[in-house]
């Protein structure tokens, strides 16, 4: 999976507040929609958005279907930050030397 | 319950002894972003943007940048494209300091960014 998938599954904030759950613990659908006002059918298509960009996979239990983080899920994502987090205080520091030599 | 906020945007925060007007060019005039940024990929510009080379700062080859929205001295918007990575935007915030420079904040991160629904952890908040 891509960072693209990522960031696109985690850009509506229904599915966000449904991942951030799950951070907390397995859970299955209806215990995910608490206090969200959403359906149990859009819940299940938010929960296979999240499944299709790798971020929670799914296991069964009787009649029900619990849900958990990925534990891989958020390394492309992860590895993108890190990326970034190291270039942007870099090319900082080089616009401070160019604006310096611009007064100049 | 705890919910552990997902991180998908960067900012970084910085003071710069330059005034706004100067920032602005340094971001804007394609030449001085070159100078400082990253290298031109190549000659010819695509349209409202440039082509930036990453690849000295394990970054890809090609970055088309594009601008989204330009307040001038105030805010920057550019498209972000890695040539085999996603797209994102970068935002550049421009604020006037009272010593006469310019506090700059660079927010990196998806194209879209769910704020208004997110409440907790989320890196910035700009009305504050």
């Given at each position: 999976?891509?960072?693209?998938?990522?960031?696109?599954?985690?850009?509506?904030?229904?599915?966000?507040?449904?991942?951030?759950?799950?951070?907390?613990?397995?859970?299955?659908?209806?215990?995910?929609?608490?206090?969200?006002?959403?359906?149990?059918?859009?819940?299940?298509?938010?929960?296979?958005?999240?499944?299709?960009?790798?971020?929670?996979?799914?296991?069964?239990?009787?009649?029900?279907?619990?849900?958990?983080?990925?534990?891989?899920?958020?390394?492309?994502?992860?590895?993108?930050?890190?990326?970034?987090?190291?270039?942007?205080?870099?090319?900082?520091?080089?616009?401070?030397?160019?604006?310096?030599?611009?007064?100049q | 319950?705890?919910?552990?906020?997902?991180?998908?945007?960067?900012?970084?925060?910085?003071?710069?002894?330059?005034?706004?007007?100067?920032?602005?060019?340094?971001?804007?005039?394609?030449?001085?972003?070159?100078?400082?940024?990253?290298?031109?990929?190549?000659?010819?510009?695509?349209?409202?943007?440039?082509?930036?080379?990453?690849?000295?700062?394990?970054?890809?080859r090609?970055?088309?940048?594009?601008?989204?929205?330009?307040?001038?001295e105030?805010?920057?918007?550019?498209r972000?494209?890695?040539?085999?990575?996603?797209?994102?935007?970068?935002?550049?915030?421009?604020?006037?300091?009272?010593?006469?420079?310019?506090?700059?904040?660079?927010?990196?991160?998806?194209?879209?960014?769910?704020?208004?629904?997110?409440?907790?952890?989320?890196?910035?908040?700009?009305?504050?």
């Open positions: 999976m891509s960072e693209t998938e990522i960031f696109r599954a985690l850009a509506d904030p229904t599915r966000r507040a449904v991942f951030e759950r799950l951070a907390s613990g397995e859970a299955n659908a209806t215990e995910l929609r608490a206090g969200l006002p959403i359906s149990q059918p859009a819940m299940s298509q938010h929960l296979a958005v999240l499944r299709a960009a790798g971020l929670v996979d799914e296991r069964r239990q009787g009649r029900h279907v619990q849900y958990r983080i990925s534990a891989e899920g958020l390394r492309p994502l992860q590895e993108w930050m890190l990326r970034y987090r190291a270039f942007w205080p870099q090319r900082i520091e080089a616009l401070k030397d160019f604006l310096r030599e611009m007064d | 319950m705890t919910e552990a906020a997902v991180e998908d945007e960067l900012m970084v925060e910085c003071e710069l002894e330059a005034a706004p007007g100067q920032v602005w060019r340094a971001l804007t005039v394609p030449e001085f972003l070159a100078a400082w940024l990253l290298p031109e990929a190549r000659r010819e510009r695509p349209a409202g943007g440039l082509m930036l080379d990453g690849s000295g700062h394990g970054l890809s090609q970055i088309d940048c594009t601008v989204l929205e330009a307040e001038p105030r805010r920057l918007r550019m972000w494209q890695e040539a085999d990575a996603t797209t994102t935007v970068v935002t550049f915030e421009l604020m006037p300091t009272v010593s006469g420079g310019t506090a700059l904040r660079v927010r990196h991160g998806p194209a879209t960014v769910p704020r208004a629904a997110n409440t907790n952890g989320a890196p910035l908040a700009l009305a504050a």
